[in-house]
Structure formats: structure tokens, C-alpha cells
């Protein structure tokens, strides 16, 4: 019942920006992590960032000082903002959610479809 929805992928010119988005629905009790991961063709799925229920950040080394992950609780909404954009940033961009649903006592790990996020000139 619960699912994660992704947006705001598309074509960049290098160095600039997009932002993505990605909202939680179904019946959700409450969310823990948020993430947003990324895998480019032939490459395996690596943590972009992440951000905890108490806000605290982790980003990919690659992406620090670019990137900036935020979280919209009311809206079970995490977001990405990505700044100057390189070529390297091409990949489909997957959200990820640790969410209790409200009919289980339980946590358990969400994945949305993905937005693909393009580079180029």
C-alpha cells in the first residue's frame, strides 16, 4: 500500500541545477531514514545522501557541497537539491524510505521507481 513516487529528473546543462523530489503515500504511521541513492548504466546503486528523522545528513563524497538533501515531514516528502551538475551526476535517481506503515508495528525499507537525471551539453 505504501509507495514512493519520484520527480523532477530530466536534462541538465553542466553546472546547473535540478531538484528532486519524492513523496511518500499510502498509510504511514511514520518514517525514519530518507535517501536518495543513484545508479548510472552498468554501475551498481550507490548512497547519494541520507537524512534521519532528527535531520541529520550524510552525503557521497562525490556530491558534498553540491548536493543538499531536506525532508518535508507533514509531507512524507524528501527532496534533493543538486548543484553544479557534471556529466558524471548522469544516473536514475531512486528515493528510499524506511517507513512504519500504520498496520504494522514494524519498519520496513521503500523503494521508488526512479527519475532519470541527464548531464550534458
Known amino acids: 500500500q505504501v509507495q514512493l513516487v519520484e520527480s523532477g529528473g530530466g536534462l541538465v546543462q553542466p553546472g546547473g541545477s535540478l531538484r528532486l523530489s519524492c513523496a511518500a503515500s499510502?498509510?504511514?504511521?511514520?518514517?525514519?531514514?530518507m535517501a536518495w541513492y543513484r545508479q548510472a548504466p552498468g554501475k551498481q546503486r550507490d548512497m547519494v545522501a541520507t537524512i534521519t528523522a532528527g535531520a541529520s545528513t550524510h552525503y557521497a563524497d562525490s556530491v558534498k557541497g553540491r548536493f543538499t538533501i531536506s525532508r518535508d515531514s507533514p509531507k512524507n516528502t524528501v527532496y534533493l537539491k543538486m548543484n553544479s551538475l557534471e556529466p558524471e551526476d548522469t544516473a536514475v535517481y531512486y528515493c528510499?524510505?524506511?517507513?512504519?506503515?500504520?498496520?504494522?508495528?514494524?519498519?520496513?525499507?521503500?523503494w521508488g521507481q526512479g527519475t532519470r537525471v541527464t548531464v550534458a551539453s
Open positions: 528510499y524510505c524506511r517507513i512504519r506503515p500504520d498496520t504494522a508495528p514494524v519498519f520496513n525499507d521503500y
Open positions: 499510502g498509510t504511514i504511521f511514520s518514517i525514519a531514514d
